[in-house]
Nanobody
Framework: QVQLVESGGGLVQAGGSLRLSCAAS????????MGWYRQTPGKQRDLVAS???????NYADSVKGRFTISRDNAKNMVYLQMNSLKPEDTAVYYC??????????????WGQGTLVTVSS
């Protein structure tokens, strides 16, 4: 079973920083893309940042210049460095994986989520 485990969430004051980590494990032939999404109660889950296998990154406009996504291909890990945090960044952050398995399928997997709370 392919699984994702997120860590690094917590409580931080506005202007502070956090680093989120996501580790993928299981039967993965190759990774197509990994990303971070966030969701608040009553809202849909929206993309924060993603990074494709070739290194192309994509960011939500609201986090450009403040957040940086990076990866460690050897360890199947992805990170989200969050600087200059704002109260509106408060959400549950979810790691997302799109990969190729050995049955030649391309499944999608979600982590359990990690809560980030930014106080004013």
């Amino acid at each position: 079973q392919v699984q994702l485990v997120e860590s690094g969430g917590g409580l931080v004051q506005a202007g502070g920083s956090l680093r989120l980590s996501c580790a993928a494990s299981g039967s993965i032939r190759s990774i197509n893309a990994m990303g971070w999404y966030r969701q608040t109660p009553g809202k849909q889950r929206d993309l924060v940042a993603s990074i494709a296998s070739g290194g192309t990154t994509n960011y939500a406009d609201s986090v450009k210049g403040r957040f940086t996504i990076s990866r460690d291909n050897a360890k199947n890990m992805v990170y989200l460095q969050m600087n200059s945090l704002k109260p509106e960044d408060t959400a549950v952050y979810y790691c997302n994986l799109r990969y190729r398995n050995y049955d030649y399928m391309s499944p999608e997997v979600w982590g359990q989520g990690t809560l980030v709370t930014v106080s004013s």
